[in-house]
Structure formats: C-alpha cells, structure tokens
C-alpha cells in the first residue's frame, strides 16, 4: 500500500440532528457541545419577563426543550450522554437527520434584522419562497394575520415553527 492510498475507514458524514432537552436546560446543552468542538444552533428570541417588582428581557430558546448539532453517526453517543440531552429526534427507534436547507432558513432567519417569534407548527397553508429582501430564497408556509401577512419557517421533524411579518409581494408561490 502506498503512502497516498486512501483510508480503508472512510470519514463518516455530517449531519444536523434535533436534540430533546430537559426543560430549561437548552443553553446548557449548547455550551457543553460547543466544548466536545461539536458544530450546535440553538435559535433565540428576546422576550420580556415579568416579576412581580420589574419586568426583563430576557433570551429564551425560539424552540422550548429542542438543540440542534451537526455530527457523524459514530459521536452520537458522545452528544447523548451530554449532561441535560434527553435524546436525539426521530422516527422509531433511530434519530433523523434535518435536511440543511431547513437549517440554513433557521440561521437566515436569526442574522437577518427581521423581528421573529415562535409559532405553533402547521400542516396546512401555502408554501412560498421569498423572491427579494434578506430572506431571499428562504421557503415557508405563507399565513396572513389581520391586514399582515406572515412566513412561518418549519423544522418537521420537531414540529416547530417560526414566524415573521413579510410584504407579500416578496413571495411567490412554490
């Protein structure tokens, strides 16, 4: 065998998974990833909090209870023996990899000026994608609340959703 042959173990593929967490635990499970070198996103949103001598705001998780890392099958374990991990998402018995491009409309959404908020996942309602503006390319469900008109982006296989006010002629029909 030659110096410039390659491995007999090929190097194992990366994707991204949902993690379950316990309740409050998210940020947690986020910076103990970060120091296994393990590629995490944990969507935030600001949120006012009240108590009963003042109010703050406060960045909570834009999904409650749910992380997000980009591994290989083999460092599974490693990510699920992390303190406050419930589990990895999925079908029956093995997790299921979310797609890129439903992360990559998730990290759109959070570097864009755009104010966002949670939203109840949907099974119905008109997919669009965005023609122009910072969420160009971006696909959605296309929902209109009073006179606004709303995009909501979706991670299905955690049945959770994002919502932004949109100009409706920035959409077209998928």
Request: aromatic residues 6%.
């Amino acid at each position: 065998m030659n110096a410039h042959s390659p491995s007999p173990i090929a190097a194992s593929p990366l994707f991204w998974y949902a993690i379950r967490t316990r309740s409050r635990h998210e940020k947690l499970v986020r910076d103990r990833l970060a120091a296994l070198g393990i590629e995490h996103l944990l969507p935030t949103v600001m949120r006012l909090s009240q108590w009963k001598d003042r109010k703050k705001e406060i960045e909570a998780p834009l999904f409650s209870g749910y992380c997000f890392a980009r591994f290989g099958w083999p460092d599974r374990l490693a990510v699920q023996t992390v303190s406050g991990v419930v589990g990895l998402v999925g079908a029956g018995q093995r997790p299921e990899p979310i797609p890129d491009h439903e992360i990559e409309a998730l990290r759109n959404l959070m570097t864009s000026t755009l104010r966002y908020d949670p939203h109840p996942y949907l099974h119905e309602g008109m997919t669009v994608e965005v023609i122009r503006g910072p969420l160009e390319g971006v696909r959605g469900i296309l929902l209109r609340k009073g006179k606004r008109h709303r995009l909501v982006i979706s991670v299905h296989l955690i049945q959770q959703s994002a919502a932004v006010e949109i100009d409706v002629s920035d959409v077209a029909p998928v």
